[in-house]
């Protein structure tokens, strides 16, 4: 199974709801990521766990708060966002941090009203 | 972060071989140069990874010269399906393959 599952495939949202985004791997890998993308960008770092703590957070705000419950999942809590944090959210995963391929989730459509 | 330099975008024809450029200057000692391919409202998907010479897979040849300072991306034979952007990455600041640069856009033409 080399997969990264992401759901859902797509979330329409207001500003005050609270939503969450799951991403799921079973390929043991021990290092796991989430990425922003906007149309005709870049994916954009958000976070980074390894070995299920939070390693790396790219001054994300707090209306984006990540977790990861145990090595297979990693979770994105959704609250209060903006209109302008519409966009794809990408996980990913890799055997270790900084080594080898990651493998990549098809990613979230986030649409916020 | 990132430390890597690619055309904005390229024209290409069906059938032909393409040729993608990265410069990484300020590349590290310790540092892997991996390519990823991207369609649209899909997640990257790995091509290939090297450290120097020359890596070749089934469906790509990385080039790096001796002083490491580019690397060349070599899709033979390129059809369509072949038109997405084409990431370099090197490691950023943490020393890690995972922030992305710009990308090159891929247009094959028939």
């Known amino acids: 199974d080399t997969e990264v599952t992401q759901t859902p495939k797509h979330l329409v949202m207001g500003m005050t709801n609270k939503k969450s985004l799951k991403c799921e791997q079973h390929?043991?890998?021990?290092?796991m990521y989430w990425y922003k993308q906007k149309a005709k960008k870049p994916p954009e770092l958000m976070f980074v766990?390894?070995?299920?703590?939070?390693?790396i957070n790219e001054s994300v705000p707090s209306r984006f708060s990540p977790e990861c419950p145990n090595s297979s999942l990693l979770n994105l809590h959704l609250h209060a966002l903006q209109p302008e944090d519409s966009a794809l959210y990408l996980c990913a995963s890799s055997q270790a941090l900084g080594t080898g391929e990651l493998f990549f989730g098809e990613g979230s459509r986030l649409t916020v009203l | 972060l990132a430390k890597t330099t690619q055309p904005i975008s390229m024209d290409s024809y069906e059938g032909q071989e393409v040729n993608i450029t990265c410069s990484h200057n300020?590349?590290?000692?310790?540092?892997?140069i991996t390519w990823y391919q991207q369609f649209p409202s899909q997640g990257p998907r790995f091509i290939i990874q090297g450290y120097k010479t020359k890596v070749t897979n089934e469906v790509a040849s990385l080039f790096i010269p001796a002083d490491r300072k580019s690397s060349t991306l070599s899709l033979p034979r390129v059809s369509l399906s072949d038109t997405a952007v084409y990431y370099c990455l090197v490691g950023d600041d943490y020393g890690q393959n995972f922030v992305f640069g710009p990308g090159t856009r891929l247009s094959v033409l028939p």
């Open positions: 390929m043991g890998h021990r290092a």
């Open positions: 300020n590349i590290a000692t310790n540092d892997y």
């Open positions: 766990y390894s070995y299920e703590k939070l390693s």
